[in-house]
């Protein structure tokens, strides 16, 4: 399953609304997705699984949604540590596969 | 807390070998899948190959099938990468993770990686 996420980089203000797409080449079943966050220099973090889940200790300005083929990643209202890259993985597929990340930036 | 920390890494030549180790505390070893992914230099994250508890289970990506393999020792909380007959491509830091005790094949720790350098 070959994860796109668009766009590659997202530039915006603290505050602002983010929203990162991930597309499926094909459906992934019982929307077996997450999202990590990597800040640079740093190893990824888990934010979300099953597609809309928080992991524990996740703010909740951060949520995921969608289902078949097409996820999002939103993070209501950005804070200064959320600018960062940020990757979708399937796990439906025993090949497991990342998206090509999403760039956070500073406006 | 959980803890995962590799080493092994280093420059090595296209054709040579190396050996990775990743060491776990913070957590009960026994009971969880492990994984190796890897993320070239200014690219995103590549899986790399997990492993059962048991070691009964191990699923390699095609881009590792047949030049790595994942050991396991539950005896020392460790799992180890072989890498053997590697290329320029494999250039790369290598993360250690730890599998989802639910669901396995994503992700909730991870280490802070150890860079891998082929190069002639």
């Known amino acids: 399953i070959v994860l796109t996420q668009s766009p590659g980089t997202l530039s915006l203000s603290p505050g602002e609304r983010a929203t990162l797409s991930c597309r499926a080449s094909?459906?992934?079943?019982?929307?077996?997705l997450v999202w990590y966050q990597q800040r640079p220099g740093q190893a990824p973090r888990l934010l979300i699984y099953g597609a809309s889940t928080r992991v524990t200790g996740i703010p909740d300005r951060f949520s995921g949604a969608g289902s078949g083929t097409d996820f999002t990643l939103t993070i209501s209202r950005l804070e200064p540590e959320d600018f960062a890259e940020y990757y979708c993985q399937q796990y439906a597929s025993s090949q497991l596969t990342f998206g090509g990340g999403t760039k956070v930036e500073i406006k | 807390q959980v803890q995962l920390v590799e080493s092994g890494g280093g420059l090595v030549k296209p054709g040579g070998s190396l050996r990775l180790s990743c060491e776990a505390s913070?957590?009960?070893?026994?009971?969880?899948?492990m994984a190796w992914i890897r993320q070239a230099p200014g690219k995103g994250l590549e899986f790399v190959v997990y492993i059962s508890p048991n070691s009964g289970h191990r699923n390699y990506a095609e881009s590792a099938r047949g030049r790595f393999s994942i050991i396991r020792d539950n005896a020392k909380n460790s799992i180890y990468l072989q890498m053997n007959r590697l290329t320029v491509e494999d250039t790369a830091v290598y993360y250690c993770?730890?599998?989802?005790?639910?669901?396995?094949?994503?992700?909730?720790?991870w280490g802070q990686g150890t860079l891998v350098s082929v190069s002639t």
């Open positions: 993770a730890r599998g989802d005790q639910s669901w396995s094949e994503f992700f909730d720790s």
């Open positions: 094909q459906t992934v079943n019982n929307n077996y």
């Open positions: 913070g957590f009960n070893f026994n009971d969880f899948y």
